[in-house]
């Protein structure tokens, strides 16, 4: 390897790149606008949830619980309806994704201590923001009921009484649950190795195309010279965009940074080395920058968006699934950003996920160089 | 004893079942210009890319500058330059920025390179467009940078393919007057054409056709493989002359060459009177027949004619 060869095809591939809009577009920008995009329109926490009342009973009482649901950060009372038929239409056109019923007889029957059912209708056709619903709707009927009891024993015995179970919830490392700070890390993963695979997939099969690799193969360069020499200018920008990202975790969506930031970039730097090599190969394999580039984005993205833990947890996958997850080298990096970012945790526990993308990228270098061949068939 | 430039043995290369190169032997000398004439689709890029070792062959072998193109395919890279058929240089650099490139590909030292560009660039005439995008230089320029490119490290041989396709005549001969001056610094030149005037200036030429060499020697021996003579007639209507001249004489080979009529016979001395015969009374204006010395063009015509009557 020589490093004057290694300098020289790094040093045109950067003239490449800087002299064409479209490849410094799709290197800088294109990361920083799905970092904006994604980041705020994927959130995953569900708060105001739009919600239809009908009061029957319309007396201080059921006043009081109704406001406790308006209070509440998690729902907004959209519109008060007086029948089934109106609070369907309030759902079907979308409106209200719940609508609660609020029996006739709800203050005489409070005032009795017995059970009073209340009514609350979910829109489940998304079922996932059904069930955080429901569950908000149960905790505040649930802290409504416990203070309408414990007044009622008052009243009745002279003497308050307690729960035996006082549950104490206390939330590490996200205290406010808010997905933003583990969806902008994980985030940050993805775009990396889509961006990353595409930006060198096109590298190699342009030159095959544009017909200058016959030129360049009847030189002495060395493969593993042209391909070193080629990923380095990506390796910079890559880099760049990390750095780019980590700033705009940092002042633009406030995700705290806990951990060391020279190990995040270290392990940025292994992720990225690997994430580049993916295209490299897949370039010097195909030859063609319209199916390298096709591939690169089928191979990377929707892998990385769905198997690496960055929305949907391992944990809850078939096991078969769970097992393909460890092909996915997104995942070692999106746990290595969680890690770092939220739980401020070092290599001395993150030793194995940074030791298998370091194998990925070693495998994948090595692959690129192995298939890379300097003749025409 | 010094060993050829180039020598090739039985070489041969093929795609599916079309034979692009078949059992191609030849030898070129140290300091010599070889001329690979042919076709298009003849094979002669194919022997190019052989001969450069960026394609192996399925069967035979060949030694440039002492080396074996498959074995010892890196040792043969670094002592040749390489001009391809399609222009391989990087259009979005700079004349002087693809110049540098294959300096420091080729392991040209610094010491000295400066000079060195400095002087292959007034060789080609490109000092002025040194700053120039190679994609904004003319089809002429291009081919002088690739020149200029390929000769950057000094090579022993110059492997040039097709160098003057597509280019304007007066590029051409620019072109060819680089290529002399070279060979006075003892550079072996393999060039391909299907110009047959550019054969005629090289030191020996080879006719390639289907993959096989059918003519080997210099320009002048390659034009006494040919037999018979060439009887030239002029005449005021060529196409309607060549078409009777063809019915009256089945023995003859008769060809039209520009607005000249080309017959080819064993009996110069009658045709020449014959033919002037037989187009005047088909009512023809002859306004003469000479016997010539064969040009390239009537051997290839000759050869290539055939050669395919033969596989038809």
């Known amino acids: 390897m020589k490093p004057m060869r290694i300098f020289a095809v790094a040093r045109k591939e950067f003239l490449h790149i800087f002299r064409d809009p479209r490849s ?18 994927l959130t995953l926490d569900v708060d105001d949830v739009p919600i239809a009342v009908w009061d029957r009973d319309a007396t201080p009482a059921s006043r009081d619980f109704i406001s406790r649901f308006s209070a509440s950060p998690y729902f907004t009372i959209v519109r008060h309806v007086d029948g ?64 309408v009891m414990m007044e009622l024993e008052q009243r009745l015995a002279g003497k308050s009484s307690s729960l035996p179970v006082d549950m104490r919830p206390r939330v590490w490392f996200n205290p406010d649950m808010e997905s933003k700070n583990y969806i902008i890390p994980g985030l940050i993963a993805v775009i990396m190795m889509v961006i990353a695979a595409l930006l060198t ?45 980590v700033l705009m975790g940092e002042y633009m969506f406030h995700v705290p940074l806990r951990g060391s930031a020279a190990l995040l970039f ?33 191979v990377t993205f929707l892998p990385s968006f769905l198997l690496s833990g960055f929305m949907y947890a391992i944990a809850n996958m078939p096991r078969p699934i769970q097992v393909m997850t460890h092909l996915v080298p997104a995942r070692y990096f999106v746990a290595l950003l ?40 | 004893m010094m060993q050829p430039a ?93 110049m540098e490139f294959y300096a420091d590909i080729y392991g040209v030292p610094r010491k000295g390179r400066a000079e060195k560009i400095e002087r292959l660039l007034s060789f080609s005439n490109l000092t002025p467009f040194k700053k120039r995008h190679a994609g904004n230089l003319s089809g002429g320029m291009k081919q002088k940078l690739g020149l200029a490119c390929a000769l950057i490290h000094t090579p022993e041989v110059l492997f040039l393919d097709e160098p003057t396709n597509g280019v304007d005549p007066a590029s051409r001969r620019d072109f060819w007057r680089i290529l002399y001056q070279l060979l006075k610094e003892k550079v072996t030149i393999f060039v391909s054409t299907a110009y047959l005037d550019e054969a005629e200036r090289c030191n020996r ?80 204006e002859v306004s003469g027949a000479r016997l010539i010395e064969p040009s390239l063009e009537d051997v290839f015509v000759s050869v290539l004619g055939k050669d395919g009557g033969r596989r038809e």
């Not at chain 1, 410094?24 to 980041?39: D, E, H, S, Y």
């Not at chain 2, 001329?35 to 689709?41: E, I, N, T, W, Y």
């Open chain 2, 205 to 284: 030429i080879g006719l390639m056709h289907e993959g096989r060499l059918m003519a080997l020697g210099t320009p002048g021996q390659v034009k006494k493989l040919m037999r018979g003579s060439i009887v030239e007639v002029r005449a005021a209507r060529p196409r309607q002359a060549k078409e009777i001249l063809k019915k009256s004489l089945p023995d003859a080979e008769v060809g039209l060459f520009g607005d000249r009529v080309h017959v080819v016979t064993d009996t110069p001395e009658n045709t020449e009177a014959e033919t002037i015969r037989i187009l005047s009374k088909a009512g023809v």
């Open chain 2, 6 to 98: 180039i020598a090739s043995e039985n070489l041969s290369k093929s795609f599916g079942p079309v034979a692009a190169v078949d059992g191609l032997t030849l030898s070129v000398d140290h300091g010599e210009i070889f001329g690979l004439v042919g076709p298009d689709g003849a094979g002669k890029t194919t022997t190019m890319r052989l001969l450069t070792s960026i394609m192996d062959p399925d069967s035979g072998q060949a030694r440039v500058c002492g080396r074996d193109t498959v074995s010892e395919a890196e040792a043969v890279k670094e002592r040749i330059g390489y001009m391809s058929q399609r222009f391989g240089l990087y259009p979005d650099l700079s004349v002087m920025e693809n």
């Open chain 1, 24 to 41: 410094l577009a799709m290197a800088i920008a294109i990361p920083m606008l799905l970092l904006v995009l994604f980041g705020y329109a």
């Open chain 1, 338 to 377: 969680k890690g770092i970012y939220l739980k401020g945790i070092g290599l001395e526990i993150l030793f194995v996920e940074a030791g298998l993308l370091a194998v990925f990228g070693i495998v994948v270098v090595l692959l690129a160089n192995v298939k890379f061949k300097k003749k025409l068939v």
């Open chain 1, 266 to 298: 270290f392990m940025a730097a292994i992720f990225l080395a690997g994430a580049l090599s993916v295209g490299m190969l897949i370039s010097i394999v195909t030859k063609s920058q319209l199916l390298a580039s096709q591939l690169a984005m089928v």
């Open chain 1, 201 to 245: 997939s096109l590298t190699v099969a342009r030159e095959w195309e544009r017909g200058t690799m016959e030129q360049l193969i009847s030189t002495p360069v060395k493969g593993p010279e042209l391909i070193l020499g080629k990923f380095l200018p990506y390796f910079v920008i890559g880099m760049f965009d990390v750095f780019l990202a």
């Open chain 1, 84 to 147: 089934y038929e109106k609070a369907r239409h309030c759902i079907d056109s979308g409106e209200a994704l719940a609508f609660l019923v609020i029996p006739e007889d709800f203050s005489e029957t409070a005032s009795t201590g017995q059970e009073i059912p209340v009514q609350f209708i979910v829109d489940g056709s998304d079922s996932n923001t059904a069930t955080i619903a429901m569950g908000y709707a149960d905790t505040v009927a649930a802290t409504w009921s416990r203070r």
